[in-house]
């Protein structure tokens, strides 16, 4: 099953797919969008570019697990993608998912412009591999 994963942002938005075998995910593309009316619309058709069939939206938890206002807003934005697409939108907490972003950046000296540019695009690849992980092993 092809499944994308969204990292919500306020500027930017990262996004991450899997093939079929649901193996490895990988980095897919940053939108750009500050206007949360217009960020589900993109997000709805580069599910349907990808030809995604499952969805995965980060949900960021405190770090006591508790949720505030942006998980309020990732759990509101999962069930506009959902109705727009008409598929399985499912959450996933991406507690420290950003700072392992970073390191993995910081590993391969990913600096500047292009960091801010796909910082947002790996931690949604985090996020997806997290949830692979998670259905592999349930």
């Not at 939108?31 to 960020?39: A, D, M, Q, V």
């Not at 972003?101 to 790996?122: F, P, Q, S």
Request: charged share 30%; with cysteine; hydrophobic share 40%.
């Amino acid at each position: 099953m092809i499944i994308m994963s969204v990292d919500l942002g306020k500027a930017r938005t990262g996004l991450a797919l899997c093939d079929k075998t649901e193996f490895l995910a990988s980095p897919y593309k940053v939108i750009f969008e500050k206007s949360p009316n217009k960020l589900p619309e993109k997000v709805a058709e580069a599910a349907k570019e990808a030809k995604a069939e499952l969805l995965v939206v980060g949900l960021p938890k405190n770090m006591d697990g508790t949720e505030g206002e942006s998980a309020r807003n990732a759990r509101a934005f999962a069930e506009t993608l959902r109705a727009l697409t008409g598929l399985e939108t499912v959450m996933q907490d991406e507690r420290g998912t950003t700072v392992t972003a970073h390191g993995y950046l910081n590993e391969t000296n990913t600096r500047g412009k292009k960091r801010k540019n796909v910082v947002d695009a790996v931690a949604a690849t985090i996020i997806l591999q997290d949830y692979l992980d998670k259905r592999k092993n349930s």
